[in-house]
DNA sequence: CCCATAGTTCAGAACTTCGGAACTAATGGC
DNA sequence: GCCATTAGTTCCGAAGTTCTGAACTATGGG
């Protein structure tokens, strides 16, 4: 098991933000991991709605999100400890996660 | 040759908006419309920095914008005018344009 | 009518994503 | 220590997406 990857805050891209936050899953795992603070275990997040994602789509989701720069993973124990990089990417990318997050906010909204 | 396609302002989903912008060129092809206000012209466009972008994949890339929501074309004669739907997606989206296209530009600025 | 210019469509190759099965890693009970 | 359990990762084939050259369509001018 190769060690997990986390880039430099000043190696985040914002297309590999764009593009990890431009699946809708992956969206809501980063809005619930962001709104929580900390979420432990990747098997917390293992569905999405009604729907059931398998533990390989969702370690890969996981993957791509760190990698994006998203979100700082650490083993705990058996399980994972997941937290969000808002905070530091938000000094890089001023309002981009606020405003992709309003924008999935608005999506899911009835009165939208 | 079928008629171009303008979503509603109402069905632009944000995740069609993440991905389209997610490639840089795409990105920097809206840029320069949405810069611009208005581009005659995909040809206008065929390149970004160094790189040549074949006419094929330009006419692919401006259908992920129009379908996205982010531009509108129309004919004008042989040519195309494209005119970016910035203004309108500000307002069911407040500041996520802006906010993508500012994250795009501190990439591309040396001081970052 | 023919030519030139501007974009679109098609088709196949290259790449990416999804998800089940097999695997690894840490922990607790005995 | 050994086994069982729980939590994630890796592998790999199937399905889907993207890229791009070549052929095509559309418009306008002479």
Known sequence: MRPLLHP???DVRPEAILHALADPVRAAIFARIATAGCVEACSALS????RVIPKSSLSSHFKVLREAGLIRSERRGVEMRNESRCAEVDVRF????AAI???YA???DPAA
């Open 106 to 108: 608005v999506r899911t």
């Open 8 to 10: 430099a805050i000043e």
């Open 101 to 103: 997050m309003s924008a």
């Open 94 to 97: 001023p309002g981009l996660i």
């Open 47 to 50: 569905s999405v709605g009604d």
